[in-house]
């Protein structure tokens, strides 16, 4: 046995001279939030190995594509999202059949890490008592009642839409954060939300888990899935996240939510209990309140990320943006083609735009997230630009060309100047959209201050979520006030100056 760990070291020892790199992503929700930093944590306890966790990655579709494209190495799911949503599997199958399925994509899961967590649907106890509903089935008899259900089970193909054929349910759900479904629930808003079944606020809230009756829900056992060369170019790390496996019970992992969504500990915080104490939380200390979150140690890194994103993304908008509508206002065979293209480019949801560029780049974090922006930032300067040019009077152009200027000329002296306050207008508004647009940036690991935003929405913590959205919403006041400030300087006559 001696020799056979010499051997092994020397044949891992070059690995783990060059260093090993690992980013793990998770997905928006308290649960995999703290799996992803226990499987971050796992692995930089080798030592010889630099993981890097990107936190919040927005819904199901992002991460898998992610993962396929190298973006992330690592990731925690279920198994019944991954046969049913990822895979359009008509049943859960065995570990071995799911490692084949995947194998066509590059990717391979674990062995269960010791968990289970299903989807479920459930009521505050004393409004399934009032009306005599213990299981799904007595759903039908209430069709008045009121549906709070997250945007992501209402799409999934193992969710909302095949869960109500086979109980025959007739109600119209509305779409909530899975976080903020809690406070609806407690608050008599909706009488029905979904619930994960190791969510932590299931006992806090006093909500009954109403009997799946006809067995819809699959089994969806907690694995890692990882790309398939993950073993042979970080070993070590590889064995770190494989030495999760059946160490996690469903206790541990109630516990563990408990100690992020109820008594305010970071993810990060939470993890390491479970590392160190053997899943045994630490005294809740609280959460902090919004001030002391607003002015975290994070703020100036956030508020860098997010300045990047906002005047990257503007950047591009009014390279890209000004020619396009100069070109609109000079064209009328283009002009259709170009605000039609740019109009349509506004009505793509943005974690849609946001997945295929994570597959077209091959990549999550800034790049896509400045694309996307730029993107959503071009038809408000196309527009604008379109519009000024429209204006400039015909008498004024002819006049360059009968003083000789070519059309380049005319347009780069005559009527771009004429036309700049409403293209500065332009400018303003597709820089105050960015501010708040950008915090779609969180949902692929791209930083600014949707990462308090994101994980506020994941533990309902809304001193959390205001220390996102406040300083964002100040810089979109900043911005708007400097455009206003440089338009009337520019309207200013030059006698009075």
């Not at 888990?209 to 398939?228: N, Q, S």
Request: hydrophobic fraction near 50%; charge should be positive; glycine fraction near 10%.
């Amino acid at each position: 046995m001696r020799a056979v760990a010499v051997i092994c070291t020397l044949l891992i020892a070059p690995c783990a001279m060059a260093g090993e790199s690992v980013t793990v992503g998770s997905k928006r929700f308290t649960e995999s939030y703290i799996l992803g930093e226990i499987a971050t944590q796992r692995i930089q306890a080798t030592g010889n190995a630099v993981a890097t966790h990107r936190q919040g990655l927005g819904n199901t579709a992002i991460l898998f594509a992610a993962l396929k494209s190298g973006a992330i190495d690592v990731y925690p799911d279920y198994t019944g999202t991954l046969a049913f949503e990822l895979l359009g599997l008509a049943r859960v199958p065995s570990l071995a059949e799911l490692n084949a399925a995947l194998a066509a994509h590059g990717l391979a899961v674990s062995a269960p890490l010791g968990f289970g967590n299903s989807y479920a649907l459930a009521m505050t106890d004393a409004r399934a008592q009032a009306l005599g509903i213990t299981k799904i089935s007595d759903l039908m008899r209430a069709p008045d009642l009121r549906y709070g259900l997250s945007q992501e089970f209402l799409n999934r193909k193992d969710g909302w839409p095949a869960l109500r054929e086979t109980y025959a349910l007739a109600a119209q759900p509305v779409g909530l954060d899975h976080g903020l479904a809690y406070e609806a629930i407690k608050a008599g808003r909706i009488d029905v939300m979904d619930v994960y079944t190791t969510d932590a606020k299931l006992g806090r809230y006093s909500l009954k888990v109403l009997t799946d009756d006809r067995a819809f829900f699959p089994p969806y056992e907690g694995v890692l899935v990882y790309r398939k060369d993950l073993p042979s170019r970080a070993p070590l790390a590889f064995a770190a996240v494989h030495g999760m496996a059946g160490g996690i019970s469903n206790a541990a992992m109630m516990r563990m939510n408990a100690a992020a969504e109820l008594d305010g500990q970071p993810f990060a915080h939470v993890a390491a209990d479970f590392l160190n104490a053997g899943g045994k939380p630490s005294a809740a200390q609280g959460r902090p309140g919004w001030l002391a979150q607003l002015f975290a140690p994070d703020f100036w890194r956030l508020t860098v990320d997010h300045c990047l994103l906002v005047f990257g993304a503007l950047a591009l908008s009014v390279g890209v943006g000004v020619p396009l509508g100069v070109w609109a206002a000079r064209s009328k065979r283009a002009r259709p083609w170009i605000m039609g293209v740019t109009g349509v480019l506004q009505t793509i949801p943005a974690l849609a735009m946001l997945a295929f560029l994570i597959a077209a780049l091959g990549r999550i974090g800034m790049a896509p997230a400045v694309i996307a922006l730029f993107l959503y930032g071009l038809l408000p300067i196309v527009r604008n630009t379109e519009n000024g040019l429209a204006g400039v009077a015909p008498g004024l152009r002819q006049a360059g060309y009968a003083l000789g200027l070519r059309s380049g000329a005319v347009t780069r002296l005559i009527d771009l100047p004429l036309a700049l306050p409403s293209v500065l207008a332009g400018v303003k508004i597709s820089a105050v959209i960015n501010v708040g647009t950008a915090t779609i940036a969180a949902f692929i690991g791209a930083g600014g201050y949707g990462e308090r935003i994101v994980a506020g929405l994941a533990v309902n913590d809304h001193a959390m979520m205001l220390a996102g959205a406040i300083p964002a919403a100040v810089l979109a006041l900043l911005i708007q006030g400097l455009f206003e400030a440089s338009e009337r300087a520019w309207r200013t006559p030059a006698s009075t100056l």
